[in-house]
């Protein structure tokens, strides 16, 4: 009858965490490849529009960006609550966008220079003003492909 | 018995605690791409050419502070002006005798809206005070109605929508030659509907 040895009562077998690294590692991969680096800290809500027929902004290399909206809470008290545009790290006039644009392209390398394009993060609350000041500026310097980055989502929510 | 003892097992106990840590670190400095937008070509600043536009070839859409959109004049809901602009564009208003007959639209061909898809020009204008999340659901819709009408003929002349022509196109995956193909199809597709919307400098308000 010893075939059956009874077994020890009392501790539990230890759940094995050998592959714990693994699943780890698993993650990690995954948010090296989907995600890229922050490359400036947004100081403006940035809450963006939806729309539906987007195109996918192709190479990152060839894009500037330029912000747009109200500051956050934290620089509220400093800039106010009108909306303001942010170049790379800091708040902006519209008469800086122009030279900014200007510095950007000269950073590129210079095949890239004819085809960059300006992709636009503005607030959905923010007023048309600004935007088509910006514009005036842009067509100064020449740089008229535009990109009204978006998410992706039913238009008719923008309107409330 | 043998002298050889066997080699210490590494601990490998902390490669998790590891891992989590860059894991952790890649979490807080990256962000999840979300770049797509409507891509948009502004006109050149020194283009100041007066066109003469019959006003049945100009869609007149404009945005005023309140965000109310108005076609022609006319308050519109914003989910009507997706057809408004197709049946405009689509109209081929021009009799089969003249030059300017469009033989592939199939709107109501009415005397007083657009004579061919070439001519038919929409003017969006909008105040200082309109709100940008309006102004994007404008140019969303007009896009759109653009995109249904190019999806149409792409469908009529190679059994695939303009869209996904277009999807295609940018896909990395396709080769040069499909490419050089598609990029002739697209083109063509275009060519019957030109996107042609005109923005105005800016409509200020009326100065005392």
């Known amino acids: 009858m010893a075939k059956f040895a009874k077994k020890k009562d009392g501790d539990l077998p230890a759940v094995s965490t050998a592959s714990l690294p693994d699943i780890v590692f698993m993650l990690l991969f995954f948010f090296m490849t989907v995600t890229v680096m922050k490359d400036s800290s947004i100081m403006v809500e940035n809450i963006l529009p939806n729309a539906t027929e987007i195109k996918k902004l192709e190479k990152k290399d060839r894009v500037i960006y330029i912000f747009a909206g109200k500051p956050t809470k934290e620089y509220e008290s400093v800039y106010g609550t009108e909306t303001r545009i942010q170049l790379n790290d800091k708040f902006a006039s519209v008469n800086e966008v122009g030279s900014y644009i200007l510095a950007e392209r000269a950073k590129k390398p210079q095949e890239l220079q004819n085809v960059l394009t300006t992709a636009l993060k503005v607030d959905k609350q923010a007023n048309m003003g600004l935007i088509s000041d910006i514009k005036q500026e842009l067509r100064k310097v020449n740089a008229l492909k535009v990109n009204y980055t978006t998410f992706e989502g039913d238009a008719f929510n923008n309107i409330q | ?208």
């Open chain 2, 1 to 208: 018995m043998s002298t050889r003892k066997k080699a210490p097992e590494v601990n490998a106990g902390s490669m998790a605690d590891i891992a989590f840590l860059l894991l952790i670190f890649f979490l807080v400095t990256t962000t999840l791409e979300t770049d797509a937008g409507l891509d948009r070509l502004l006109p050149p600043l020194d283009t100041l050419t007066i066109v003469d536009i019959k006003e049945r070839n100009l869609l007149r859409v404009s945005l005023n502070d309140l965000n109310q959109l108005l076609v022609e004049d006319d308050v519109v809901d914003i989910k009507e002006l997706r057809q408004l602009t197709v049946d405009f564009l689509d109209n081929g208003g021009a009799l089969p005798s003249s030059n300017l007959y469009c033989d592939y639209c199939q709107g109501a061909k009415d005397a007083t809206s657009s004579d061919n898809p070439h001519k038919a020009v929409i003017s969006l204008t909008h105040k200082r005070e309109t709100s940008y999340g309006a102004y994007i659901a404008v140019q969303n819709e007009l896009v759109g109605a653009y995109n249904v009408l190019r999806n149409r003929e792409g469908k009529r002349l190679y059994g695939q929508t303009y869209v996904e022509m277009e999807a295609l196109y940018f896909d990395e995956k396709t080769t040069l030659v499909e490419k050089e193909k598609l990029k002739n199809k697209i083109k063509a597709v275009q060519d019957l509907f030109p996107q042609k919307i005109a923005e105005a400098e800016l409509s200020n308000s009326p100065k005392e």
